[in-house]
């Protein structure tokens, strides 16, 4: 299943970025009437076809709209500490991703090695594997937060912290502040 990102689709015709469109007919050597995926990453899945191949200003037109593709009962928000190897912390916000993750806030704590963080990078490594593991979601990017400053937000759901201090190497629990 082939999908691209289009945040800004409205209507039944829409016309692919720059950076879509060159995939799409360059990468992909797609064409006319070619079946394509978008999404819009506030869950809707489009299915479309292709009308103008320009590799500029991909044209297409959109036969189905699935609203909801996906969606769980459920959020699930994610806070962790940066890592000191952006390419470690980057592996990390694609398996969020592709199992579901609606949040992602990254954390400073007391021995955080890496203070801080390129938003739009993340995007942009969040938005290739919401393509490649077809999730209609794009989870939310928070800028970086004090751990004290986070722990103080009044959250609906469970907070729940994962330790590795002790003589127990997991630790999950409630926290309340």
């Avoid at 995926?37 to 506030?42: E, R, V, Y």
């Amino acid at each position: 299943m082939i999908i691209f990102y289009t945040p800004d689709i409205k209507g039944i015709e829409y016309s692919l970025n720059e950076e879509e469109s060159k995939h799409a007919i360059r990468v992909l050597r797609m064409g006319v009437d070619d079946e394509i995926n978008l999404i819009d990453g506030k869950g809707t899945l489009f299915k479309a076809v292709i009308t103008d191949p320009h590799p500029k200003r991909c044209r297409v037109i959109v036969k189905e709209t699935l609203s909801d593709y996906e969606k769980r009962i459920y959020r699930l928000h994610i806070a962790i500490s940066p890592i000191k190897n952006p390419d470690r912390f980057e592996w990390f916000l694609e398996k969020a991703t592709e199992i579901g993750i609606d949040e992602i806030t990254p954390l400073l704590c007391n021995r955080s090695e890496k203070k801080n963080i390129n938003i739009e990078r993340c995007n942009r490594v969040i938005e290739s594997a919401m393509k490649q593991s077809i999730k209609a979601y794009h989870p939310k990017m928070n800028a970086p937060i004090a751990f004290n400053d986070f722990t103080c937000i009044n959250f609906l759901e469970a907070k729940l912290i994962a330790t590795c201090e002790g003589e127990r190497q997991s630790i999950m629990s409630i926290y309340t502040p």
